[in-house]
C-alpha cells in the first residue's frame, strides 16, 4: 500500500475556500498533496499522517466504516481539523499558478476577455490573507490532539528513524499562545519562549 490519498476533493475546495467553480480542476488538485506533505505531515509528524492514509485508502469517506472499525477519532480529526487546513494550504500552494502561466518559451500572466490579473503585490497580499486561515487551522490541529494525547498515540511515536517526520517542534509558518503547558506535555513537543509559563507551538 503507498502513501499517496488525497483528503480532500476538488469540489470540497470549491465549497469551502475563495476558488471559483471555474477554475480548472488541474491548476487547483495537485497542490493537495503538496499540501499534504509539506504542510500537514510536518505539523502532525509523518507517523499519525500515514495512518491517516491508511485510513483514507480503506475506508474513504464512509463515516459509518470509520466509526464502526473504532476510528471515529481518527476521522473527527480529518473532516473537522486536516480537510479544512489542507483546502487552504492547497490554494496557498496553488495560487501562483492560478496567477501565471509557464510555457517553453516563458512564465506569463494569464488572461481573458471579461477579466484582467492582478499585479504582484496584490497577488502575494491574497496569499498572505489564505496563509492566515491555512495557519489558524493548522493551529487547531495541533490543539485538538494535544488536548486528546491518547487518542493518537501515533504522534508522540514517530520513530526514530532518521527519514521520519516528526511533529513541528518551531513555528512552520507562525505560532500562537496556548496558555500554561500541560502538565503531562513534554518540551520536546512544544518550546518555551524564555516567558513564565508560555509555551508556543508551530506547523
Not at 43 to 55: E, H, P, R, T
Not at 60 to 76: A, H, K, L, V
Request: glycine share 4%.
Amino acid at each position: 500500500m503507498n502513501n499517496k490519498a488525497n483528503f480532500i476533493s476538488y469540489d470540497y475546495i470549491i465549497k469551502w475556500t475563495q476558488v471559483d467553480s471555474n477554475v480548472d480542476p488541474s491548476l487547483i488538485m495537485p497542490y493537495v498533496m503538496v499540501a499534504q506533505d509539506q504542510n500537514i505531515q510536518s505539523c502532525i509528524g509523518n507517523a499519525l499522517y500515514v495512518k491517516l492514509i491508511q485510513l483514507v485508502q480503506t475506508y474513504g469517506s464512509n463515516q459509518n466504516d470509520w466509526t464502526t472499525n473504532g476510528f471515529s477519532n481518527y476521522w473527527t480529526l480529518l473532516v473537522d481539523y486536516i480537510q479544512p487546513a489542507t483546502a487552504y494550504f492547497t490554494v496557498y500552494h496553488s495560487l501562483p499558478w492560478i496567477w501565471a502561466k509557464l510555457t517553453n518559451k516563458s512564465v506569463s500572466e494569464k488572461t481573458s476577455d471579461n477579466s484582467n490579473p492582478v499585479d504582484l503585490q496584490s497577488l502575494q497580499y491574497l496569499r498572505n490573507t489564505v496563509k492566515d486561515q491555512a495557519e489558524f487551522s493548522a493551529t487547531r490541529i495541533r490543539e485538538f490532539i494535544i488536548n486528546n494525547q491518547s487518542w493518537f498515540p501515533e504522534y508522540f511515536s514517530s520513530g526514530n528513524n532518521l527519514m521520519s517526520i516528526k511533529p513541528a517542534v518551531e513555528n512552520y509558518f507562525g505560532g500562537i499562545y496556548l496558555g500554561k503547558q500541560p502538565s503531562n506535555f513534554s518540551k520536546n513537543r512544544g518550546y518555551d519562549d524564555g516567558m513564565s509559563n508560555r509555551w508556543v507551538f508551530g506547523c
